[in-house]
């Protein structure tokens, strides 16, 4: 992938995400837009690539969040080097398989999450169910209906979209 | 026989047409027009006249609409864009004219407490679903420093808690990281209020002998120097009492509707001795 279209990806995905997502909140909750982004470049540009977004991606996020600075700093680190790991065997695999994938990550994530709220006010184990198991089925949701979309967008030229990730 | 017959009526014609002429033209005639003859004439005219001139009104009128019509389709879409496009003008003018009134209004609040408090707009939320804060367009550059107070004519909103050159990130009373030293208005009942996630806040360490009640309002003590004195928290809607506890916890309902902030007014860190700004 080409590192200029990652950087500016990057760097929009985080303004949209504090801006635009509360349109789309259910319950107040909303899906973690910035770490799809992350998965896909992982998907598309391996783990080298995934990896970086991801760090640019989490330091941007709790940059601009209320938290410490480093705990979505890893969480998408991990997520962009998950994806890119993945990546050329899974990325023809279905939307069902990508949004299982994405749920454990993002529930993975949440867990993460709770773990460095409870280490910082000794309370927050709530929120495990309260915001981390909603959040993944969201987010995981949407990445179904974002490859159904693009697939039947695409149709047979996901098989040009192989030949050039392989390049 | 016929010829003289011929001969004489031509002469007569003659003399009749001769006469007629005469009389047409006397001064007399010309200052006094045959009314008989000419009166119907005039009014044949005038019915031509108007019957001609309503034709063409009438045409006129039908070939200007028939013209219309052509332009019409243009016209209408053009109109409408136009009616469009000012109703978006005037919707733009409200808007800012209501957002004028609420800085005004936020900023008269402000001068209450100290000439240094500068209203900011809301740029955004909380890029995570896990903290709850807000972005504002004031930072560094514009004197915004952590920890300084950020509240509403509602009541507290939060505190700064991270400072960038051009915006700042203002944790939200709400959150479970923000804790507030506030006391109950009526009795003056000390205690610390923090956020639990969602929409509620929890008041802590009230002694057991303060007498509160549901609907009791908490306001801000000033002891910890980010807020002024009695900006409103929120009001108590429960109280739990444990058996054998030193202190009572107390549920409050913010004063601030945190989900529609647009407006607020950061207020300069104050000297908790001597209540001025620091």
């Known amino acids: ?135 993944a089925c969201y987010t995981a949701v949407i990445v179904m209906i974002g490859l159904w979309v693009l697939r039947r967008r695409m149709g047979e030229r996901t098989e040009r979209l192989t030949l050039l990730v392989d390049r | 026989m016929r010829w003289s017959w011929l001969t004489r009526t031509r002469g007569l014609a003659v003399l009749a047409g001769v006469a007629f002429l005469l009389i047409l033209f006397s001064p007399q005639i010309q200052r006094r027009p045959l009314m008989i003859i000419e009166q119907p004439l005039l009014l044949i005219e005038s019915w031509l006249q108007r019957a001609i001139g309503g034709i063409r009104t009438a045409a006129s009128d039908w070939t200007d609409r028939y013209v219309d019509l052509w332009n019409l389709g243009d016209e209408n879409r053009r109109l409408r864009d136009q009616v469009a496009r000012l109703e978006q003008e005037v919707a733009h003018l409200q808007e800012q004219l209501g957002a004028a009134g609420r800085r005004d209004d936020l900023d008269a609040f402000g001068k209450t407490f100290t000439d240094l408090a500068m209203v900011a707009d809301v740029i955004g939320r909380d890029p995570t679903n896990w903290y709850q804060s807000v972005v504002i367009n004031r930072g560094q550059r514009d004197g915004v420093k952590m920890d300084m107070g950020v509240a509403v004519q509602d009541g507290v909103v939060g505190r700064v ?100 902030l647009e407006e607020v007014l950061v207020l300069p860190l104050m000297d908790v001795e001597t209540e001025t700004v620091r």
């Open chain 1, 1 to 135: 992938m080409n590192a200029l279209t990652v950087i500016v990806l990057c760097l929009l995905i985080v303004p949209l995400q504090m801006q635009v997502t509360g349109l789309i909140a259910v319950a107040g909750i909303r899906p973690d837009l910035p770490g799809v982004v992350v998965y896909g470049i992982g998907l598309l540009g391996g783990p080298w690539t995934g990896g970086a977004a991801g760090l640019l991606v989490g330091l941007l996020v709790d940059r601009f969040s209320g938290g410490l600075v480093g705990p979505q700093l890893i969480a998408k680190l991990c997520i962009g080097l998950v994806g890119g790991v993945l990546g050329r065997r899974l990325l023809l695999a279905n939307a069902t398989t990508h949004g299982a994938i994405c749920f454990a990550l993002f529930l993975l994530q949440g867990v993460w999450m709770t773990i460095t709220i409870w280490w910082r006010t000794g309370e927050g184990w709530r929120e495990l169910y309260l915001t981390a198991v909603p959040e």
């Open chain 2, 161 to 260: 808690v991270k400072v960038m050159p051009k915006t700042a990130v203002v944790l939200l009373v709400s959150d479970r990281n923000s804790v507030v030293p506030g006391l109950i208005q009526r009795g003056r009942d000390e205690g610390l209020i923090e956020g639990v996630g969602g929409k509620r806040l929890r008041m802590k360490y009230v002694s057991t002998l303060a007498s509160v009640q549901v609907g009791d309002l908490v306001i801000t003590s000033g002891l910890a120097g980010t807020f002024p004195k009695e900006l409103r928290i929120g009001t108590v809607s429960a109280i739990e009492r444990m058996p054998d506890a030193i202190s009572q916890e107390l549920m409050l309902t913010p004063a601030v509707d945190l989900d529609r």
